[in-house]
Structure formats: structure tokens, C-alpha cells
């Protein structure tokens, strides 16, 4: 490890030393490429198949049939990487998300029943391994704890750009080119991704298990059970804020301005991640977390009362400026609590409530919506960070309990070697 990392670690300029660490910046560039597809691909799949079979209805069911399999699957994968290694779930998970998502496309074009469509997005789901947890347990093994918060503050500013750039591109596919492209660059990007990842030696986490002994499992620690809760919690909030911001373009008969009001959420994250990455805080991770979340359930409270598309553009901004500091806590608070060896099954546990809150909270957002106004869909996003706040107060003792600091980079280096 270069003195870059072991050197300050605050400011702005840290996020470029850590870019010249040997390797890092290939590591962001093919971890970005490979999770593309997350911001891209159920939207791919819904403008496929209702271009195909004009249906909206099964376009849905597949669509979700597909985030809930990959949702489930996903700390499954994470085990596995962390007891065979990340290199060979990515590179055998693609091989088969490949074969998964070539069966979904024939199977669309040639109008094939819905129960069909089903299995086969489910299988693709099945195959589709959380690339965000992944890169995530790899930051860990690649920086020192002191830039490891600028490195996860990274990730979340790459998150949010792909959140921006991937629903756009996909429509400009599937609308431009065909009705299958988006599909096809998801799997494309996803196995260039992943081979490049995998082949990536530098950032591969250790996976042998302790002789006549299973690794511990991440979900057996009680402040990891805290953050995956906490995660549903602020997944509540994120889906029950994008249908508030739908509901109230609706309302204010404006139903276009919608996507840019969602992507000012997404503004407002990716400019409060870097500065967030670029301070050294002296609160610990643990209360940092509380902190965040607190700030994250006030900045949602303020969009019950919105009375004007102007003003809701501003408290959308608002709103999601403490979602990357949030997610940057969560994730550096949890590489000191996961068992050693169970990272990415960690990582994995999160992202998978944090999706499984989206989609619970995107659909009680909907009813409260259609029963009476974006306003009872704000109040839902508010209850979604409350949960997020007690879990992050109430758990600051298990939350407590993890490795204060990792090893240092030197030693690291020498048993990469």
C-alpha cells in the first residue's frame, strides 16, 4: 500500500490519492461497469416485453419476479463467494446469468406464456450476483481503514451516477435501436463487468475457511442483524419517495417532470456523498450512522407539505442528502462488524433488504397514494427513515461491538503477497 492511502485522508484531494493506488482505478471503473445493469435492467425488461405483448400488467410480474429472486439470492451468492471465492461466483454466476438472459429474451419474442417468462426471469435474477456488495467487500481488502470511508463514499457517488445515466440509456436503446437492446447491453455489461472484476487479483478477499471449521455467518452478529434492518427501513423510504415525487407530478398535472424530480434525489446524494467521503469525522461509524439516518428521516418530512413543483424540486434535493452519508456509514460501520471471511455475505445481506424495503416501500407509497395524495406517500417515507433512526439509537450497543481498526496496510500487502 502506497503512502497515498496512510496519509491524510480528508479534503477532496483524497479521493484522487486513492485513485492512484495500484489497481484502484481499474477496480472503479469495471465494478461501475458491471453494476450497471442494476439501474438498467427491470427497466429493460418492462419496455421489451410491453413492446412486444403490449402488456403493462405481465411486463410488471416479470419485471419484479426477477428483482425479488435476485433480491433472495443474493447473500447466497455472497457466501459462496466468501467460502470459494469472489473470482469463481463471478465468473461461473455470469455464465449462467448469460444463458439465463438469453432463454428471457427468446422466450419474450416468441410470446411464450407468462409462467414461462416467470421462471426465466427468475433464473436471471437467481444468477445476477450484488455487484454493489461485492466491490464493497473488495474496497476493504484494497485501502486501509482511513481511506476506506473516502472509498466507500466513492462507490455511493458511482451508485448515484449510474442511477442518472442507466434508466437513460436503456430507453434511448430500446426506444432508438430496439426493443431488445437494453436487454442485451445489461448482459453484455454484466459479464465484461464480472470477468473484469474477477480477473482483478489485487482486490480479491481471502475465502479459506478455518480447518474443520464453517466461517461464522455475517447474519449471526447481532449488529449486523441491526444494520439490515435499519437498511429495509431507509429502502422504505427511497421507494416511498420516488412514488411521492410520481404521484405529486400527477397531481400538479405535470406527470414528466417526475423523472427529474427523482433525479434531483439522485443530485442531491451524489454531491452530500463527496463531501461527506472528504471530511474526517471524529464521531464514531456507530454515531454517525444515527446521525444520518436522523437527517435522512427530516429530509423527507418536508415533502408532505409541498405545495408547488418549484418548491418540490428544491426539498427533493433536500431529501436525498443524506442518503449517501447514510449508506457510507452503514457500509464502513459494517466491515468492523462482519465475522472475518463473511464480508461479502455481509454486504450482500444489506443490499438485499435495502432492495426488499424499495420494492415494500414503492408499493405501500402506491396504495397510500391512489387512496388519498403524495402527501400520505410522504408520511410512509418518513415512517420508513423513523425505523432506520430507533434501529441505528436502540442498536448503538451491538453496533458498538466491532473491530475498532483493520490491519495495517503493510501487513495487508504482505499477505496479499
Request: proline share 4%; with cysteine; net charge neutral.
Amino acid at each position: 500500500m502506497s503512502q497515498g492511502t496512510t496519509g491524510s485522508n480528508s479534503g477532496l484531494g483524497s479521493y484522487f490519492r486513492l485513485l492512484r493506488e495500484p489497481g484502484a482505478g481499474a477496480l472503479a471503473f469495471w465494478g461501475m461497469i458491471g453494476r450497471f445493469p442494476i439501474a438498467m435492467r427491470s427497466i429493460a425488461c418492462l419496455m421489451m416485453i410491453s413492446a412486444v405483448t403490449g402488456s403493462l400488467a405481465d411486463a410488471g410480474t416479470v419485471a419484479a419476479a426477477m428483482l425479488v429472486s435476485q433480491g433472495v439470492a443474493s447473500p447466497v451468492l455472497g457466501r459462496l463467494a466468501d467460502r470459494l471465492s469472489q473470482r469463481r461466483v463471478l465468473l461461473t454466476a455470469c455464465l449462467a446469468h448469460a444463458v439465463g438472459m438469453t432463454l428471457l429474451l427468446v422466450s419474450i419474442v416468441l410470446e411464450a406464456p407468462l409462467w414461462l417468462l416467470v421462471v426465466t426471469a427468475m433464473a436471471t435474477g437467481c444468477t445476477s450476483v450484488s455487484f454493489t456488495s461485492f466491490m464493497r467487500a473488495r474496497w476493504a481488502v484494497m485501502v486501509d481503514q482511513g481511506a476506506l470511508r473516502t472509498a466507500y463514499a466513492m462507490e455511493s457517488m458511482l451508485d448515484d451516477t449510474i442511477f442518472l445515466l442507466g434508466p437513460l440509456l436503456v430507453t434511448v436503446l430500446a426506444s432508438a435501436v430496439h426493443p431488445a437492446a437494453g436487454l442485451v447491453v445489461c448482459v453484455s455489461m454484466t459479464c465484461l463487468g464480472s470477468v473484469a472484476v474477477a480477473l482483478h487479483r489485487r482486490s480479491e478477499p481471502a475465502h479459506e475457511p478455518t480447518p474443520g471449521q464453517a466461517p461464522e455467518r455475517a447474519i449471526t452478529v447481532p449488529g449486523v442483524w441491526v444494520l439490515t434492518i435499519a437498511y429495509a427501513g431507509m429502502g422504505f423510504q427511497f421507494g416511498a419517495v420516488d412514488v411521492t415525487m410520481i404521484a405529486f407530478a400527477r397531481e400538479q398535472s405535470t406527470p414528466g417532470v417526475a423523472g427529474v424530480l427523482i433525479s434531483l434525489i439522485a443530485v442531491g446524494s451524489m454531491v452530500a456523498g463527496v463531501i461527506y467521503g472528504a471530511v474526517n469525522w471524529r464521531l464514531s461509524q456507530a454515531q454517525l450512522l444515527s446521525v444520518t439516518t436522523c437527517v435522512l428521516t427530516l429530509g423527507a418530512l418536508p415533502l408532505v407539505f409541498a405545495n408547488s413543483t418549484l418548491v418540490m424540486a428544491f426539498l427533493a434535493v433536500v431529501a436525498g442528502i443524506a442518503i449517501s452519508p447514510a449508506l457510507i456509514a452503514g457500509s464502513t460501520l459494517l466491515e468492523s462488524l462482519a465475522p472475518k471471511g463473511s464480508l461479502s455475505e455481509a454486504f450482500s445481506w444489506l443490499t438485499s433488504a435495502g432492495a426488499l424495503g424499495i420494492a415494500s416501500g414503492t408499493a405501500a407509497g402506491g396504495q397510500l397514494a391512489d387512496a388519498g395524495s403524495s402527501a400520505q406517500a410522504a408520511w410512509a417515507a418518513v415512517g420508513g427513515g423513523a425505523v432506520a433512526l430507533v434501529l441505528s439509537l436502540a442498536g448503538q450497543p451491538a453496533l458498538r461491538r466491532g473491530k475498532p481498526v483493520t490491519e495495517p496496510a503493510s501487513e495487508r500487502v504482505a499477505l496479499e503477497q
